[in-house]
């Protein structure tokens, strides 16, 4: 799963935002750490939860 920023056309800004999930099926957990977003890239951070229902905390 690829969670990504919101703000399009203003992605030079730094949004280090700190992603927890957690798979309700499976009970797995995990953390993240959204990237800089530079260079017309969006910030995103790659989680690989597995399959199921996730939930995710962005803070």
């Not at 399009?8 to 009970?27: H, K, P, Q």
Request: charged content about 15%; overall charge neutral.
């Amino acid at each position: 799963m690829t969670i990504t920023g919101t703000e399009r056309e203003r992605w030079g800004c730094l949004i280090y935002a700190d992603v927890r999930w957690l798979n309700l099926s499976t009970g797995a957990t995990g953390a993240a750490r959204m990237s800089n977003g530079l260079n017309g890239f969006p910030p995103e951070a790659e989680l690989r939860t597995g399959s199921g229902q996730v939930v995710i905390t962005m803070l």
